[in-house]
């Protein structure tokens, strides 16, 4: 269940990426102006709303390519390790792990910088899918030695 998951979290990062490629961040600002809105009439305040808006007013050409790079790219290299493992292809298994562990290694470097509590969440996320991975390449290898 958790790879099919990670497949379908590859996914949505694949189409994730391809909008923001074309996406300008004018359209982005523009579109979380009209959701934040009314919230900030409601309460200029909010929390959320007004960090989103001012992200949303900060988010540079050169930020916006890079996730847009990071999510494609990352969800293309996910994507091509579930199609793996869920054909049974024994390779599938350690590359994965060490995939995972560089995305792992390199979102808390990120989170380092960021303090994004989203690449926490992705990073706990991808360290469960690693051992369920684990878990299975050991009842796989033991099905298959002699």
């Not at 790219?73 to 995939?99: D, E, M, N, T």
């Amino acid at each position: 269940m958790s790879v099919w998951l990670k497949g379908a979290h590859a996914l949505i990062e694949c189409v994730g990426g391809v909008l923001l490629y074309l996406v300008t961040t004018e359209t982005i600002a523009s579109w979380v102006n009209m959701l934040t809105q009314e919230e900030l009439i409601e309460d200029p305040n909010d929390f959320i709303a007004s960090h989103l808006s001012r992200t949303a007013a900060e988010f540079s050409v050169a930020s916006k390519e890079f996730y847009a790079f990071y999510l494609l790219s990352h969800g293309l290299i996910k994507l091509f390790l579930v199609v793996g493992l869920l054909r049974g292809k024994l390779w599938s298994y350690p590359a994965s792990l060490v995939a995972l562990g560089a995305f792992m290694a390199y979102q808390i470097y990120r989170y380092s910088y960021t303090h994004s509590p989203g690449l926490l969440v992705l990073t706990i996320f991808d360290a469960v899918v690693m051992w369920l991975i684990w878990q299975e390449w050991k009842t796989v290898r033991h099905h298959i030695t002699p």
